[in-house]
T-cell receptor, first 115, second 115 residues
Framework: DSGVTQTPKHLITATGQRVTLRCSPRSGDLSVYWYQQSLDQGLQFLIQYYNGEERAKGNILERFSAQQFPDLHSELNLSSLELGDSALYFC??????????????FGPGTRLTVT | AQSVTQPDIHITVSEGASLELRCNYSYGATPYLFWYVQSPGQGLQLLLKYFSGDTLVQGIKGFEAEFKRSQSSFNLRKPSVHWSDAAEYFCAVGEDNQAGTALIFGKGTTLSVSS
């Protein structure tokens, strides 16, 4: 158990809909990352938040957005869903270390199926 | 741009035999390198990491990896494979943005263990 929790575990929805995925980082971790894992694209970095602010952006679609709240939990919002958005979405967190060298701890993922 | 290549999509090894999974990276500066393992239906677990210093790093579950700057490689090894090692293995390189390390993953290598 990494200490990172994600809800829900599974999500089935229809095209055009909007969903919200939730992540709670490990206690004390300030950075939260979102990744998408799909068969064709593999594991891709989407976005990172650090202490409530967006810090880095990867291959995140404009239909997707995220935020990190004062209690440090994060939500990933996916809208106007398409079949191709079906994937496993991971959240990871990392601590703050002055050395600037970090490792990430991954949650169990949310499997999204768009029908 | 950073990239990670795992040349082997699928490897089968006999139980008790040695294992080497290959990873090549492309990165301008000193890379932060990681190996993660993903068992079916599970999240990603960190096996080991390289930040600097000794180029041979030890990880959990008896795994080790060697960083070779001249070859831009970070190959994962295990002297004797167990059936429980069957999983998917991901090599990743990280870019430090002073608040963490967004990871770029390879496509993964699926390891099967035969008896």
């Amino acid at each position: 158990d990494s200490g990172v929790t994600q809800t829900p575990k599974h999500l089935i929805t229809a095209t055009g809909q909007r969903v919200t995925l939730r992540c709670s980082p490990r206690s004390g971790d300030l950075s939260v990352y979102w990744y998408q894992q799909s068969l064709d694209q593999g594991l891709q970095f989407l976005i990172q938040y650090y202490n409530g602010e967006e810090r880095a952006k990867g291959n995140i679609l404009e239909r997707f957005s995220a935020q990190q709240f004062p209690d440090l939990h994060s939500e990933l919002n996916l809208s106007s869903l398409e079949l191709g958005d079906s994937a496993l979405y991971f959240c990871a967190s990392s601590p703050l270390r002055t050395s600037g060298r970090y490792e990430q701890y991954f949650g169990p993922g949310t499997r999204l199926t768009v029908t | 741009a950073q990239s990670v290549t795992q040349p082997d999509i699928h490897i089968t090894v006999s139980e008790g035999a040695s294992l080497e999974l290959r990873c090549n990276y492309s990165y301008g500066a000193t890379p932060y390198l990681f190996w993660y393992v993903q068992s079916p239906g599970q999240g990603l677990q960190l096996l080991l990491k390289y930040f600097s210093g000794d180029t041979l790093v030890q990880g959990i579950k008896g795994f080790e990896a060697e960083f070779k700057r001249s070859q831009s490689s970070f190959n994962l090894r295990k002297p004797s494979v167990h059936w429980s090692d069957a999983a998917e293995y991901f090599c990743a390189v990280g870019e430090d943005n002073q608040a963490g390390t967004a990871l770029i993953f390879g496509k993964g290598t699926t390891l099967s263990v035969s008896s």
